[in-house]
Every structure is written in C-alpha cells, then in structure tokens.
C-alpha cells in the first residue's frame, strides 16, 4: 500500500524547503559571493517553484474560507481567479469594500483568506483601539495596493505576497470625527496617532504571518505591511 502523505504534510514539507531556501541565501548574502545567490534565485526554474511552494502554502484560502468570510461583517464582490505571467497566481480572491464598517479605499483585490483576516482584525482591534484612544471609530482606511506582480525586495526572483494578492501596505486612517492618521507623517514621535500606529503594528504581529512596519527598513517608511503567506515574521 503506497503513503500518500497528507495535504498538512506537504505544507509543511513546502514549508521547510522555502525556509531552508531563503535561510541559505541569506548566508551567501552576508558570508560569500551575493552575486550567486541573486543568479540563483533569477534562475526561472527555481524562482518558479519557489513560487509554487508559496501559493500553495497560502492557508486555507479556498472555497470554505468564502463561506466563513461571508458570515464576518464584510462588504466584498467575489473575483475570478487570474494569472500573470507564469509566477503570480491568485485564487478565491475578492474585491473587499468595507471591513466592520471600516471602508477601504479603491475595494482593493485580496485573496479571501487575506481579507477575512483583516476583517476580523479590524473588528477585533483597529476599531477597539481606535474608539479607546481617539473616542472615535474608523471610518476608511488608504493604503499603497495589494496585488502587484513583483518579487520580494530582499530577494529578486522570489514572488511577493503582493503577487498573490496575499498582502496589503496600510498607508493611514481617517476617524468618523474627521481625524486624519498617516504613517508617513505620525509614525516617529509620541504623539497619540503614533501610539495608536505603534500599537496596532505590535497587534498585526498576532493578527496576521507577516507584519511588517517603518521601523524595519527604509522601503517600509511610510506604510504598515501586513499578509498572510507561509512564514511569520514581525519586524
């Protein structure tokens, strides 16, 4: 009788290829020849597969995750799935409106598992905090895009989340009262709109796999970057 390993299995099994992976580069990068690494990477058949072990690393973002998303406080337009070039794949994605009263600018494109998590997270803690803090809920959310077929910026050839419409750059808020929060200009200082960013961008880290803020580098100074791929990460 043959194993047939279980669809958790190979996850996981995924899994530990991509972090063996990019924990190897990462040691190129510093102790050896980068340029090999960045060869190795742009090499199509591996970015390629890379790719593959991301999107099918994506948890539960199928059919099911429609159904649950569709009992959350969320206004959504189901899309159909769609690829560019042979690297970015997205599927069971939605047009995401409103996330518990909470409008989102532009009804950005987000795989389902992505927007159901932020829609929870939104309920759970943008409007708690935001009430507690500024004795007003939020009323829209800007943010910098969500799907954009590119690879991540520490390491060319591999897909962003971006390229599975797996992420989003949170730009800033606007309050029912008419307060305007921004990252680029409120994030530095202690100002209450720089504690209300600070302490949402510490809960992002238990809200979704990847949370990442302007405190980590120069290319995430004026946004919160927040997404549900295949490892976890707080910066």
Not at 155 to 169: E, L
Request: charged share 15%; net charge neutral; aromatic share 8%.
């Amino acid at each position: 009788m043959l194993f047939k390993p279980s669809t958790k299995l190979l996850r996981w099994l995924g899994f530990i290829v991509l972090l063996l992976t990019v924990a190897s580069v990462s040691v190129i990068q510093f102790d050896g020849p980068r340029q090999i690494a960045v060869a190795v990477l742009r090499s199509q058949s591996v970015s390629i597969a890379l790719s593959r072990i991301q999107q099918f690393m994506i948890p539960a973002n199928n059919a099911a995750c429609l159904d649950e998303l569709a009992k959350l406080d969320a206004v959504y337009t189901a899309q159909s799935g769609f690829t560019e070039g042979n690297q970015c794949i997205v599927e069971h994605a939605v047009r995401l409106t409103s996330a518990s009263g909470m409008a989102i600018k532009n009804s950005p494109v987000l795989t389902c598992r992505m927007a159901s998590e932020l829609v929870k997270f939104t309920e759970n803690t943008l409007q708690p905090v935001a009430d507690q803090m500024f004795g007003s809920r939020i009323k829209a959310m800007s943010h910098l895009g969500t799907y954009n077929c590119r690879s991540m910026r520490q390491y060319p050839g591999i897909v962003s989340q971006h390229g599975f419409a797996n992420a989003i750059d949170v730009a800033g808020f606007t309050l029912e009262d008419g307060t305007e929060i921004n990252v680029a200009d409120d994030w530095k200082g202690s100002s209450v709109k720089a504690v209300f960013l600070k302490e949402i961008a510490d809960a992002g880290c238990e809200g979704f796999r990847v949370a990442v803020s302007p405190d980590s580098d120069a290319n995430h100074w004026n946004h919160l970057h927040w997404d549900m791929g295949p490892y976890w990460s707080c910066r």
